[in-house]
């Protein structure tokens, strides 16, 4: 999971290996916001699959890419 | 995951933020009024319910978002200064902290160092991209990898 330059970089940098998923950075800053909000709140608990693949769903990363399984 | 375990975990997470690294087992120990010993056996459930990675000695490893060793993503937030384990880690620092923070990295292609500013959540620079590339399904697979 890492950060790029440019698309471009992106793509360079993968040369032969398979592409996973691109997105801009001020999406990943929503997603980690979601995703890690409630880290260390006294009250935490697990997240279940369906409570991860919601927050994924309300981003639009949706898809097989971004299926939790 | 019970609630010993729980409080175990949340007295771990606390310790990792107000130490600014990764806490041993005897410092859990001494502020949760565990045995050493009952640390590290619910570090171990806990790393296996994945709510921290432990290393193979069976230290912590990450408690994510923080990462216990240097990474190419080191994370200014409130004060302190911690490694992220990604990039998606390293914005969720700030996240988990609800403070404003600033990421030190570098394009992985280019090597070219990239510092970002994140205030109210949203990055400064919004020209910057970021790739995943394992699968969500298989993340927890090589969790190091992913």
């Known amino acids: 999971m890492l950060v790029f330059r440019s698309e471009a970089h992106v793509n360079d940098w993968l040369a032969e290996r398979p592409a996973g998923a691109t997105i801009p950075i001020r999406k990943l800053a929503e997603l980690a916001a979601a995703w890690w909000g409630d880290r260390l709140a006294p009250d935490w608990r697990p997240r279940n699959r369906e409570q991860g693949q919601a927050i994924l769903d309300h981003l639009g990363l949706s898809g097989p890419f971004w299926s939790l399984g | 995951m019970d609630q010993a375990d729980l ?100 394009c992985a292609d280019c090597r070219t160092p990239i510092e970002i500013t994140v205030r109210g959540g949203r990055p400064a620079d919004a020209s910057l991209v970021f790739h995943v590339l394992v699968p969500a399904a298989s993340w927890w697979n090589d969790i190091g990898f992913t």
């Open chain 2, 7 to 106: 409080d175990l975990r949340n007295a771990t997470y606390r310790r990792f933020v107000a130490l600014g690294r990764a806490p041993t087992a005897a410092e859990v120990a001494a502020s949760s009024g565990r045995s050493e010993a009952e640390v590290r056996a619910a570090w171990w459930r806990l790393h296996a319910a994945h709510a921290l990675v432990l290393d193979d000695a069976g230290e912590i490893r990450m408690a994510n978002p923080f990462s216990a060793g240097p990474t190419p993503f080191r994370v200014d937030a409130a004060g302190r200064s911690w490694f992220a384990n990604c990039g998606w880690d390293a914005f969720g620092i700030g996240a988990a902290l609800h403070v404003d923070s600033v990421i030190h990295t570098e």
